[in-house]
């Protein structure tokens, strides 16, 4: 909405986080956002509200409270069983007109992704997606939305001024979660899904699963990751025997991805997953910009590429110069020795 004058910003106050539910569960990237929007609220005096839309999620409401909402807006309706994002964002821009948020968060993932925008468009506000840092202009409270920009090479902050709310997504693990605090407790609103909101246009009729998709990096503390240097899917059924040995997950760079050789949700980098594990193995990828700020916040990155000069053999903790074809199969032999 339009909101260009100071009078008619500060009708707008709060800071709200869209909780991603999964199966009547909350994720981890909310009580991330959650981590950021107190810090937000508290810069603006204001409180940190938290939209749960979902099937049997009223109970969650409690454990918002220990990780830093003061309010949970629920939305508790059988018809929220399963995702669909039209009737998700009808019911959310519904909220934000009678509400009026400050600022809305919501997180960077596929649902996210396909919910949030709506409500940008349908409120008529702006979108920042893939922010990777947020604060406040005291002068005004303009959120401070900072992002790469330009194939990564730069870092942006953008600011909407003349709209609110002021509407940002946040990839997984880019925020850190608070210490949960069971001392801390909240108000629960409760509001109900408006027949009007389901227009009915998807439907779930049934949910398959990927068999292979046994994948989940954002939670991986051991990732073995491939790229181009792996020459095509034997390298990655290579990979694969390594990380089954260290009981960890494969991530791909977009060029192994591109040609095919292992699905894109293995891929990690701007326009993949953002990875935080302990250990990351990086296996013939050169370490581009778009690559590097994908996992650069991993704790112990280990590169084995033949060339020494590459981006990713200098970030690297550890940097092992020779051919991946042979010093993986040999790392897979002392390993099942031990
Ligand atoms: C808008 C945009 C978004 C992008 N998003 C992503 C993203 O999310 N993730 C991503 O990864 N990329 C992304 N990219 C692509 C990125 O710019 C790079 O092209 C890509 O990361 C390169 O992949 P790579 O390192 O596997 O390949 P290369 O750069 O070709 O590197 C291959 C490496 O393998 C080494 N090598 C070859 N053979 C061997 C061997 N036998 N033994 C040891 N080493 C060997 C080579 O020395 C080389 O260092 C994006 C690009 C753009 C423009």
């Not at 990655?236 to 997950?249: C, P, R, S």
């Not at 650069?296 to 990713?312: E, G, L, R, W, Y």
Request: some cysteine; charged content about 20%; overall charge negative.
């Amino acid at each position: 909405m339009i909101a260009n004058t100071t009078e008619a910003r500060a009708e707008y106050r709060n800071v709200w986080v869209v909780a991603e539910v999964l199966a009547g569960e909350v994720q981890q990237v909310t009580y991330e956002l959650l981590g950021s929007a107190r810090d937000l609220a508290d810069a603006r005096g204001s409180e940190v509200w938290c939209v749960v839309l979902g099937s049997g999620v009223s109970s969650q409401a409690e454990a918002l409270f220990h990780r830093g909402a003061d309010v949970a807006l629920v939305v508790d309706d059988p018809g929220f069983v399963s995702f669909v994002d039209e009737d998700q964002a009808a019911v959310l821009e519904r909220l934000v007109r009678c509400h009026k948020p400050e600022i809305v968060l919501c997180g960077a993932t596929t649902r996210g992704r396909a919910l949030i925008p709506r409500v940008a468009v349908a409120a008529n506000c702006g979108l920042t997606a893939d922010c990777t840092g947020l604060s406040i202009d005291p002068e005004n409270g303009d959120l401070l939305q900072t992002r790469p920009a330009f194939g990564g090479n730069i870092l942006a902050t953008i600011r909407c001024s003349d709209h609110r709310p002021q509407m940002a997504t946040v990839r997984p693990r880019v925020m850190n979660e608070l210490e949960a605090d069971t001392a801390r407790s909240g108000r629960v609103i409760s509001e109900t899904l408006q027949p009007a909101e389901r227009n009915g246009h998807k439907q779930i009729l049934k949910v398959f699963r990927d068999s292979d998709n046994s994948v989940n990096l954002a939670d991986a503390r051991f990732i073995i990751a491939g790229g181009r240097g792996l020459k095509g899917p034997d390298g990655f059924k290579m990979l694969k025997d390594l990380a089954e040995q260290v009981h960890g997950a494969v991530g791909a760079s977009r060029a192994a991805v591109d040609s095919g050789w292992v699905p894109y949700y293995h891929q990690v980098g701007q326009t993949g997953q953002t990875v935080q594990s302990t250990v990351y193995v990086a296996c013939g990828i050169s370490g581009q910009i778009q690559h590097l700020v994908g996992m650069q916040s991993c704790d112990f990155v280990i590169a084995i590429d033949k060339n020494p000069d590459t981006p990713m053999m200098q970030l690297a903790d550890v940097a092992v110069v020779g051919d991946l074809f042979e010093i993986i199969p040999a790392l897979i032999k002392e390993i099942s020795a031990t």
